[in-house]
């Protein structure tokens, strides 16, 4: 275990349905993150939360919707999602880069997300 | 784009064999980090260099950086089995041309074979 935690590791959803994701770290971090991994592809970085507030969100679909209610925790809200979007989606947390200058990352397991 | 690009793609050696992976960026970095996934699994922070550094060491992981190349290294000594994975270089370009967060590649898949 790294200290961040995903859940589910799985999930196989319909185009229709609401579903969320769940990340925490333990790690006594402040700043998180949530990248998605498809195949063939860079990692591709969808938001940044830093002291709970987002300080980048990189032209992601409305149909994924951030949440953080503090710095322990992270979610990610699916709704009506498309075929396409099915990836690993990876959490990650860090110190917030006010107190430091490299920004060390500290990923979880990843969520692997299958729409049907 | 501002994310590193590895090379090569895939790379398959044999136990005890060195195993070197190449990270080529487009911009001025404040440092460069390499990482490592697992299959199906999530990234892990290897090592870090800073744009000030030529050259680092940890344990077999040898990184170079050229930054007048604006390219990186990794060097995997006496590889092992437990080697195999993917290999991924990230580049942070923080307050140069960048957002907060770092830039990630499309990875090196290495294979180490018994």
């Known amino acids: 275990e790294t200290g961040v935690t995903q859940t589910p590791r799985h999930l196989v959803m319909g185009m229709t349905n609401k579903k969320s994701l769940k990340c925490e770290q333990h790690l006594g971090h402040n700043a998180m993150y949530w990248y998605k991994q498809s195949a063939k592809k860079p990692l591709e970085l969808m938001f940044v939360?830093?002291?709970?507030?987002?300080?980048e969100n990189n032209s992601v679909p409305s149909r994924f919707s951030p949440e953080c209610p503090n710095s322990s925790h992270l979610f990610l809200h699916l709704h009506t999602l498309q075929p396409e979007d099915s990836a690993l989606y990876l959490c990650a947390s860090s110190q917030d880069r006010g107190t430091h200058q490299a920004n060390v990352l500290t990923f979880g397991a990843g969520s692997r997300l299958t729409v049907l | 784009s501002q994310q590193g690009e590895e090379d090569p793609q895939a790379l398959s050696i044999q136990e005890g064999e060195n195993a070197t992976m190449n990270c080529s960026y487009k911009?001025?970095?404040?440092?460069l980090q390499w990482y490592r996934q697992n299959s199906g699994r999530g990234l892990v922070h290897l090592i870090l260099?800073?744009?000030?550094?030529r050259e680092k060491h940890s344990g077999r992981l040898r990184v170079t950086l050229d930054t007048s190349k604006k390219s990186s290294s990794l060097l995997i000594t006496a590889s092992r089995a437990a080697d195999t994975a993917s290999y991924f270089c990230?580049?942070?370009?923080?307050?140069?041309?960048?957002?907060?967060?770092?830039?990630f590649g499309k990875g090196t898949s290495l294979l180490v074979t018994p």
């Open positions: 939360y830093s002291l709970e507030e987002r300080v």
């Open positions: 911009t001025s970095i404040n440092n």
């Open positions: 990230a580049t942070d370009n923080f307050g140069i041309n960048s957002g907060y967060a770092l830039n």
């Open positions: 260099i800073r744009s000030n550094e």
